[in-house]
């Protein structure tokens, strides 16, 4: 049920491993089992910040029952692995946290 989505605007190599090793963040950071992790890596976007094209990010952390009170944890995590993953500066990644009700998130020909 939580989906991690990254979007940038720089070229990125090694896709398959900084996939791997969000979803296991994720799972850290949410404290929910894997097999339920879905990461999508979106690179090379066309995505400006600041009136500029410099290296940027855009995060969605999206779950059920994601806990508003730790959402500033989530976020330095979060800022901190793609920081080290791809050399972009923390100030220049949004990252935005959606908590969906129950029946608005499908899986498995049902939703949850």
Same mark, same amino acid.
């Given at each position: 049920?939580?989906?991690? &989505?990254?979007? &940038? ?21 949410? $404290? ?18 600041? $009136?500029? *094209? ?29 920081? &080290?993953?791809? $050399? ?14 129950? *029946? ?6 049902? &939703?949850?």
């Amino acid at each position: 049920m939580p989906l991690l &989505t990254i979007k &940038t605007n720089i070229q990125l190599e090694n896709k398959i491993s900084i996939a791997e090793l969000a979803s296991e963040l994720t799972t850290q950071i949410l $404290g929910k089992p894997e097999s339920y992790v879905m990461v999508n890596i979106e690179d090379n976007q066309c995505l400006m910040f600041a $009136g500029d *094209h410099q290296p940027c990010a855009l995060v969605k952390l999206k779950s059920l029952n994601l806990p508003e009170t730790t959402t500033t944890d989530f976020s330095s995590s979060l800022c901190d692995f793609i920081n &080290t993953q791809t $050399g972009i500066d923390t100030s220049r990644i949004y990252i935005e946290f959606s908590n969906p009700e129950r *029946h608005m998130w499908g899986w498995n020909k049902r &939703t949850f």
